[in-house]
């Protein structure tokens, strides 16, 4: 399994989850690491990404709450969710692709490798 995703959950709004998304030494190593998510009924969209230099890019609907980080050590990406809204309820994925064309990150099918989804669900 090149990627695997976890940390979903059901929480309260207002609350936070850290999701994660552990992946092969030699993936993480050459891979922009993504996560997308898809609400109940909606295509898949991009939330946010970071590249192997650190770069990052976030959904504007997730801006100033979610932040994702790398741990090297680890080879696992994380994002950290705060401040969690109802509209967030999604199943989350993990997505990595080698390919450094930033431009082609908001397309689900540049992405090789993906991992299993992990729900997420915020209730008012």
């Known amino acids: 399994v090149q990627l695997q995703a976890s940390g979903g959950g059901a929480v309260q709004a207002g609350g936070s989850l850290r999701l994660s998304c552990a992946a092969s030494r030699s993936l993480f190593n050459i891979a922009t690491i993504s996560w997308y998510r898809q609400p109940p009924g909606k295509p898949r969209e991009l939330v946010a990404y970071?590249?192997?230099?650190?770069?990052?890019n976030y959904e504007d609907s997730v801006k100033g709450r979610f932040s994702i980080s790398r741990d090297n050590a680890n080879n696992t990406v994380y994002l950290q969710m705060n401040s969690l809204k109802p509209e967030d309820t999604a199943v989350y994925y993990c997505?990595?692709?080698?390919?450094?064309?930033?431009?082609?990150?908001?397309?689900?099918?540049?992405?090789?490798?993906w991992g299993q989804g992990t729900l997420v669900t915020v209730s008012s």
């Open positions: 997505a990595a692709t080698p390919s450094g064309i930033l431009s082609t990150l908001r397309i689900p099918s540049s992405y090789e490798h």
């Open positions: 970071i590249t192997t230099g650190g770069t990052t």
